[in-house]
């Protein structure tokens, strides 16, 4: 069944994973829906998606770490359109290794597109959303981003620098109508994993036997996780929800189940249990 009066949507970072999942299933739905990635074609003038009857969605050429491709990008989606009524910041990836052995270039390149390229795209879309006065910002988190993961210190530090940002923006825009969320996905079954990069140091590094066995776990969870499908359902019910919540967790139950775990526990006996999952204790 398709929706009526469906909303223009803006997804980044659709080439794999939970973006493609969630971008097939809102075009599949009757959304308009603008998919991006870093090599898609640039959309001719006034150009609109193709018809989301046919589980198709427009590409648009769009890399987050730069201030001029959003705009490109919003502004074409604008000429066609005449409006974008939701952005879901999903654009990301990972590296992983020992905080020692982490460069600055390293690290600065993890936050310039989880943290600083999400925060692009929300500046340049909040004015078009206040003169509105409505729209949608959903913000991709992690689970990562709730409770430090060794040896992914800086992607999870990324992801607890979005859920401070997406808390404070909230409250600042919430008079002009503006929706604003957390998914905090646990892991699933996408190109994550294959994406993922080691530091440089990794190799030689004098951490590299305890962060091979974390890494191995981490890795059989993500590649024996569930379809990001999930992810794709729960953004619709968020995007047609008048009222949503801060923060929606999706993942497997363990993983939920330690978020609250977390909140409850003396943090060495939490520390200890997060230690001993990954094979460090």
Request: glycine share 8%; net charge neutral; with cysteine.
């Given at each position: 069944m398709h929706v009526t009066n469906p909303k223009v949507v803006l997804i980044t970072g659709t080439s794999s994973g939970i973006g493609q999942a969630c971008a097939c299933h809102l075009a599949e739905r009757g959304y308009r829906v603008y998919g991006t990635s870093?090599?898609?074609?640039?959309?001719?003038?006034?150009?609109?998606?193709?018809?989301?009857?046919?589980?198709?969605?427009?590409?648009?050429t769009m890399d987050v770490t730069s201030e001029s491709s959003i705009q490109r990008g919003i502004d074409s989606i604008y000429a066609a359109e005449g409006r974008i009524d939701v952005v879901f910041n999903n654009a990301g990836w990972g590296i992983a290794g020992a905080v020692e052995d982490t460069s600055l270039a390293e690290a600065q390149a993890q936050f310039e597109v989880n943290f600083f390229g999400m925060l692009r795209v929300c500046r340049a879309v909040l004015p078009l959303f206040r003169q509105q006065r409505s729209g949608y910002i959903v913000n991709v988190s992690s689970i990562g981003g709730l409770i430090g993961m060794p040896f992914q210190a800086l992607y999870s530090a990324s992801k607890f620098a979005v859920e401070g940002l997406?808390?404070?923006?909230?409250?600042e825009v919430k008079p002009y109508g503006i929706h604003v969320v957390l998914i905090e996905p646990g892991d699933f079954n996408t190109g994550f994993t294959s994406h993922r990069q080691e530091v440089a140091l990794a190799a030689e590094s004098d951490y590299r036997d305890r962060f091979r066995r974390c890494l191995s776990v981490m890795e059989h969870d993500e590649t024996h996780g569930p379809s990001p499908q999930q992810v794709a359902r729960l953004l619709e019910r968020i995007i047609t929800d008048p009222s949503p919540r801060l923060r929606c967790v999706v993942g497997p139950a363990f993983e939920q189940i330690a978020i609250t775990a977390k909140k409850l526990l003396p943090y060495r006996l939490f520390e200890w249990v997060v230690m001993k999952y990954y094979r460090l204790a």
């Amino acid at each position: 069944m398709h929706v009526t009066n469906p909303k223009v949507v803006l997804i980044t970072g659709t080439s794999s994973g939970i973006g493609q999942a969630c971008a097939c299933h809102l075009a599949e739905r009757g959304y308009r829906v603008y998919g991006t990635s870093r090599n898609a074609p640039e959309p001719g003038p006034g150009q609109a998606p193709a018809d989301p009857a046919s589980g198709c969605l427009q590409m648009i050429t769009m890399d987050v770490t730069s201030e001029s491709s959003i705009q490109r990008g919003i502004d074409s989606i604008y000429a066609a359109e005449g409006r974008i009524d939701v952005v879901f910041n999903n654009a990301g990836w990972g590296i992983a290794g020992a905080v020692e052995d982490t460069s600055l270039a390293e690290a600065q390149a993890q936050f310039e597109v989880n943290f600083f390229g999400m925060l692009r795209v929300c500046r340049a879309v909040l004015p078009l959303f206040r003169q509105q006065r409505s729209g949608y910002i959903v913000n991709v988190s992690s689970i990562g981003g709730l409770i430090g993961m060794p040896f992914q210190a800086l992607y999870s530090a990324s992801k607890f620098a979005v859920e401070g940002l997406t808390e404070s923006l909230r409250m600042e825009v919430k008079p002009y109508g503006i929706h604003v969320v957390l998914i905090e996905p646990g892991d699933f079954n996408t190109g994550f994993t294959s994406h993922r990069q080691e530091v440089a140091l990794a190799a030689e590094s004098d951490y590299r036997d305890r962060f091979r066995r974390c890494l191995s776990v981490m890795e059989h969870d993500e590649t024996h996780g569930p379809s990001p499908q999930q992810v794709a359902r729960l953004l619709e019910r968020i995007i047609t929800d008048p009222s949503p919540r801060l923060r929606c967790v999706v993942g497997p139950a363990f993983e939920q189940i330690a978020i609250t775990a977390k909140k409850l526990l003396p943090y060495r006996l939490f520390e200890w249990v997060v230690m001993k999952y990954y094979r460090l204790a």
